[in-house]
């Protein structure tokens, strides 16, 4: 399910990261990144927290148009990569 925001919208994408059926909220990273462009191999960013939520806090200055969320855990000795879902920024 792709959640769709409005351009301008400065608010918290609530992000859910499991590994192996377990929740993790710790030691995780997230790239979200336009449709079709690859992958970061550097520019993650920790999780925002509002309350007891997580996930990525929005800016306002997003460009329209689909993006990918991908989450790193990084507090094991592996860093999985995780598809965390979708988002779409609508024109305002």
């Known amino acids: 399910m792709t959640l769709a925001y409005p351009r301008g919208s400065i608010e ?3 992000i ?10 710790d030691g995780v990273e997230l790239a979200v990144v336009p ?8 520019s993650w960013a920790p999780l925002d927290h509002a309350g007891e939520a997580v996930g990525r806090l929005l800016t306002g200055d997003e460009t329209p148009g689909g993006y990918l969320v ?9 860093k ?3 598809r965390a879902g979708s988002i779409s920024i609508t024109p305002s």
């Open 12 to 14: 918290l994408v609530p």
């Open 16 to 25: 859910t990261v499991l590994l192996n059926g377990v929740l993790i909220s």
């Open 35 to 42: 449709v079709g462009t690859p992958l970061p191999i550097t």
């Open 70 to 78: 991908y989450a790193r855990v990084t507090d094991t000795p592996e």
């Open 80 to 82: 999985p990569i995780i």
